[in-house]
């Protein structure tokens, strides 16, 4: 696998973003246009917006996404991330570009005093068992990572696919604080 480029989409990847966005919706939500460029400029990619869009690359091309935003947990008293969407084109699947996402995503978490992420795999079985190899995956598919296996997850954000998918850490983690 060659090496996984992971940064912050900008008002300049609305296009990229809008494609990858109609690949990901074709594949999951037939009949969902989703959003337009011009949408994603206006709600998503500009320095006002409390939401982010992280673009994974390979070899220059865009290969997938992952959206999140901010959240606070009222019950625990901490904050963290939800990730909305995480894409990886079919080609790229299986490479390790989606846990280079979500750890990347976590990283950007904790540097913002974040102590979780949370998200969901409600529509495919693959989905549920990538999650499941490093997060607390419901029966309803809503998934969690926090604790200890949160902050190994966000320290492994700036090495190499093959190092992360070597060092995630196990489930039990998630228990540790």
């Known amino acids: 696998m060659s090496f996984v480029l992971i940064r ?5 990847d609305a296009d990229i973003l809008a494609a990858l966005l109609v ?9 969902h246009v989703g959003s337009t ?3 994603l400029r206006r709600d998503v990619l500009n320095d006002r917006s409390r939401r982010y869009v992280l673009l994974a690359e390979v070899r220059e091309q865009p290969v997938g996404f992952v959206a999140w935003d901010t959240v606070y947990d009222m019950h625990w008293a901490m904050s963290g991330g939800q990730i909305n969407d995480l894409y990886v084109a079919p080609i790229h699947r299986g490479l390790g570009v989606a846990i280079a996402l979500v750890a990347r995503t976590a990283f950007e978490v904790r540097a913002n005093d974040g102590a979780f992420l949370r ?3 409600y529509d495919r079985e693959s989905t549920r068992r990538a999650y499941g190899r ?9 998934t969690h990572l926090s604790g200890r296996a949160f902050r190994q997850i966000a320290e492994l954000a700036s090495r190499p696919t093959r190092e992360i998918l ?3 850490p196990p489930i039990e983690w998630n228990f540790e604080a």
């Open 134 to 142: 490093v997060a607390v995956v419901q029966p309803s598919g809503e």
């Open 23 to 31: 690949d990901y919706l074709r594949e999951g939500y037939a009949g």
């Open 119 to 121: 998200g969901g795999a």
């Open 166 to 168: 070597l060092g995630l």
């Open 8 to 12: 912050r989409a900008t008002f300049d």
């Open 37 to 39: 460029p011009e949408q």
